[in-house]
Structure formats: C-alpha cells, structure tokens
C-alpha cells in the first residue's frame, strides 16, 4: 500500500507495540491527522459530541498522593476537605446539567477506595439520577467486586477510573497505589458488565514514550474502555507537579489522535485543561478525534470553561450534542 494511503481495515486490536504506537506518534502531522480523521468518521458522526457534567461529591482530604491533584490530603493546595453531599443537592445538579443540555452525569469523590459503609448512599445517588434519564457516571477510588455488582443494581452506567499514565512513569507521580491495584479495579467494573471510562493526564513531566505507554495500556485491556479521558494537567498551587513545563500544543493533539488511531470506536474525552486551550486547539482536538467533552463551569475542583464558551465554540464549529447513546464495546 502506498505510505500516505490509510488502511481502514477495522481491525480492534488488543496487541499494540511500542515501537508501532511510537511510529504512529512520530508521523508528519499531516498524515497523522488524516489516518485518525479517517477512522473517526468511520465509526462516529464526525459533527456529534458527546457531554457530560462533574460534580464532586465528596471533596478533599484524600488518603492518596497523586501528584497533580488538589485533593490529596499530602498537598498543601486551597481545597479544603468537606463531607459527602447530601442526594437532594446532588439530584439538584443533576437537573440543572440535563437542563443545560448534559447526556451524562458524572460523580466524582476524593476517596482512595469507596467503603461499604457510603455505598448505599452512592447507590441512592446513581438511581435518583437514572430516573430523571441521564447516563450515570461515578468515580470513586478504588472498588471491591461486591461493589462494582451494587452500583451495576443501582443503574450505573460508566466507572471512571484513570490509569494516569505508562506503567514506567506511574511512580514518580502516585506511590499510595499500585499500576496493578488500578487494573484490578477496571477488570472488576467490567465483569460487572459497566462501562468503562479510563484515560489519563499528560503534561505531567513525562515522555513521548509514557503517552504511548498509556494508550497501549488501555488499548492492550481485554476489552478497550468505551471512554477515555485525556486530561491535559491541570497545573494547581500547592501540587507537586505545579510549575511543570507546559506540553507542546502538538503533541497534545498527536495523543488525541493516536487514542483514536488505537481505540476508533471509542469516545475520546477532551477532559481536564480545557480552560487553558485556545478554541484553536480544542478545534484541532475534534478534528483529531476527540468526540466528547466535560461540560459546566467546574470539573471537580478546578474552572472549566463557561458553557456559553462552549456553546458558542460548538456553533462555529456546526458541533451539535450527541444524544443518542452508546451501543457496544469494542
Ligand atoms: N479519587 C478517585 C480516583 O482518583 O480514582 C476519583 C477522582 S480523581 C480526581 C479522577 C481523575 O481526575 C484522576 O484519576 C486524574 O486522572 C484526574 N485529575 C485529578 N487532578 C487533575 C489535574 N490537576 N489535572 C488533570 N487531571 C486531574
Ligand atoms: C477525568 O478523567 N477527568 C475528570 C474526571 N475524570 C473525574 C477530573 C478532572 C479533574 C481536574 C482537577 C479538578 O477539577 O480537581
Ligand atoms: Fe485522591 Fe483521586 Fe486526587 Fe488521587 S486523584 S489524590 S485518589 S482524589
């Protein structure tokens, strides 16, 4: 086959290569973006993207020392440790997301590991919002099967839980947990027949060859996640990573554009560190594959872009939300 010509063989691979993956990341620009363009619109309306809502359920104080989070209670960041959120406040966010047009709520906890002891409450939390007809997401910290099982009864759709990045860098950012620990959680979650979303941060300090790591990680599972998150770091005083060199704006869409080379039928969220891209760059990033986005003024703890921005950028992009809802795994 000629070298500029792609081959669109769908092909969903399990047993992708470093060396392969760092190719596809070294190609010129140009015919990087094409081999991604073309298998985007293979498997998605090119035009669609998909949006989901944050809220922090329970934030702060947590036991973990992820390096970029102003979470950790290892940190000396200006977030402050609070209790859970009551269910009618939780429930009255999620209105408001669905109002605002959000196909997908997503609930987010500083915790390590969910305990037995908050799970009936999450559950309520997860049914409340199924029933007003919104996909449900939660992301907890680490889960036990019997878990994973409950929260499946309850109605929930997607497990957010991030590999962060390559196998190699993972200590020099997370020492409270293991590459492995994080694994087991995802393999649990998809026994319990829940979607998986599962990404990661780059801009961390790490190598080309650690964002390749990353993606092959999530690429080599059983199954690829049908959501992946690739935050950009967002950088946050008192974290350790704070002050890091930025990530060139390029390779941030050659990541985008390699996830959906390796993964073509999943979303691809343009995450965290939207707040800090030009609405150049974040067209680049659906041109690249991205199909889906964080929507509302906050993620967790940090600002995300305001959602009139966004609705203005989608408008001049003839971006429309996607409403119809995902159908299988790859
Ligand atoms: N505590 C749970 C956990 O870590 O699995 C759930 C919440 S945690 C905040 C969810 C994810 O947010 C992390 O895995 C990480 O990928 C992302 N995240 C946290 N802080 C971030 C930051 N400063 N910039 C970009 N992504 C971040
Ligand atoms: C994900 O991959 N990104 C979101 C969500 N999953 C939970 C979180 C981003 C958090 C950014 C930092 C903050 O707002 O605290
Ligand atoms: Fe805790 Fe999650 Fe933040 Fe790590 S990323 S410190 S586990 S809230």
Not at 314 to 326: D, Q
Request: charged residues 25%; aromatic residues 6%.
């Amino acid at each position: 086959m000629p070298e500029n010509e792609v081959n669109t063989d769908q092909i969903i691979r399990h047993d992708w290569k470093s060396e392969e993956v760092e190719a596809l990341f070294a190609l010129p620009f140009a015919d990087l973006m094409y081999r991604s363009q073309t298998l985007h619109r293979e498997n998605f309306d090119p035009n669609a993207v998909q949006i989901s809502t944050l809220l922090s359920i329970k934030t702060g104080g947590c036991a973990e020392d992820c390096g970029y989070c102003p979470q950790s209670a290892h940190h000396e960041s200006a977030v402050k440790a609070e209790p859970i959120m009551p269910l009618d406040k939780v429930l009255a966010s999620a209105a408001e997301a669905k109002e605002s047009g959000a196909s997908r709520f997503c609930m987010g906890a500083a915790w390590r590991n969910l305990k037995d002891r908050d799970l009936e409450r999450v559950a309520d939390m997860v049914s409340g919002v199924k029933d007003m007809g919104l996909e449900t997401c939660v992301t907890l910290g680490m889960l036990e099967e019997h878990q994973a099982t409950r929260l499946k009864e309850a109605g929930l759709d997607y497990y957010n839980h991030n590999l962060d990045t390559s196998p190699e860098y993972y200590g020099d950012i997370i020492t409270t947990r293991t590459y492995q620990d994080r694994l087991d959680t995802l393999s649990y979650v998809r026994n319990a027949d829940i979607h998986v979303c599962s990404g990661g941060i780059v801009g961390m300090g790490e190598e080309r060859k650690d964002r390749a790591g990353l993606l092959i990680s999530l690429a080599n599972m059983p199954s690829h996640p049908e959501s992946v998150p690739i935050n950009l770091l967002v950088q946050v005083e008192g974290t350790p990573l704070n002050g890091i060199e930025n990530l060139d704006a390029f390779e941030f869409v050659r990541t985008i554009a390699v996830t959906r080379i390796i993964m073509p039928n999943s979303f691809v969220r343009l995450s965290a560190g939207r707040e800090f891209m030009s609405d150049e760059l974040q067209a680049m990033s659906f041109l690249a594959g991205a199909n889906s986005i964080f929507y509302g003024d906050k993620l967790l703890t940090t600002d995300n872009p305001d959602t009139n921005h966004d609705q203005q950028l989608f408008a001049r992009l003839g971006i429309t939300p996607l409403v119809e809802k995902h159908s299988s795994a790859a």
